[in-house]
């Protein structure tokens, strides 16, 4: 037997053993990768956390913002809660004026009417433009508008048209959270100081302890200790 030749072989199989250990093992930990992968995308699925959620802390308006298509009513209308931003002025004023057209084409009466004034002047003392007028709320006590800003017809025109074409399938509280959802589209500096101090008082953050009346001026400590807001979305 030549020793030199099988001594040759034998380090050519000791090679290629290695070889295939260490591809072996590779694979492994790369499958053990993917799968860590594949577990926090279902864990992230799962959770139901979105871009819109609200209860943020970060101090970000964005965070408190809804965003995506309102569900029922926003297919119909052909609107978006993302349309309503200062990166596009003209887009935010044409969806305002979508909405506050049914302020001037519904009239209400009876059981519509009733919940319509306990839904803007009643329910968590109501809801008001607030940062644009002093009204008490958008409506008087009578169901009348009070206040001429086209945020103002917006959030009586949401109203009007969800207690017409979708009645049953809103509450007056739903209501009163979807209207807003809008208010803080159109005011969002302050809406993000009024989520600062809701959750420095420890008190839940919603759309209707942050837009309606329930709270209103919450935010002006923090204003006075030097707070900044900035602005808001669509004119007067």
Excluded at 121 to 138: D, F, H, Q, W
Excluded at 179 to 204: D, I, T, Y
Aim: hydrophobic share 40%; aromatic share 8%; glycine share 10%.
């Amino acid at each position: 037997m030549d020793w030199s030749k099988q001594e040759s072989v034998n380090k050519l199989l000791v090679g290629l053993l290695i070889a295939t250990l260490f591809i072996v093992g590779f694979n492994s930990v790369r499958l053990s990768l993917l799968d860590d992968v594949a577990s926090i995308a279902t864990n992230a699925d799962s959770s139901g956390l979105t871009g819109a959620a609200i209860g943020s802390n970060s101090g970000s308006s964005s965070s408190i913002l809804p965003s995506g298509v309102p569900a029922i009513y926003g297919s119909e209308l052909k609107i978006r809660y993302d349309d309503v931003s200062a990166a596009d002025p003209a887009k935010a004023d044409q969806t305002i004026r979508t909405l506050g057209f049914f302020d001037q084409q519904i009239t209400l009466s009876g059981p519509e009417k009733d919940r319509y004034i306990n839904i803007l002047y009643t329910l968590n003392n109501g809801i008001s433009c607030e940062y644009c007028c002093g009204a008490r709320a958008v409506i008087f006590a009578d169901g009348q508008p009070a206040c001429g800003c086209a945020h103002s017809y917006a959030m009586r025109g949401l109203t009007k048209y969800l207690l017409t074409k979708h009645s049953s399938e809103y509450t007056d509280e739903q209501i009163l959270e979807e209207v807003g959802k809008w208010k803080a589209l159109f005011f969002p500096g302050q809406m993000e100081l009024k989520a600062q101090a809701l959750a420095s008082q420890g008190l839940e953050l919603n759309f209707i302890n942050l837009a309606s009346n329930k709270y209103r001026g919450l935010e002006q400590s923090l204003s006075s200790a030097g707070g900044k807001s900035s602005g808001m979305v669509g004119g007067c």
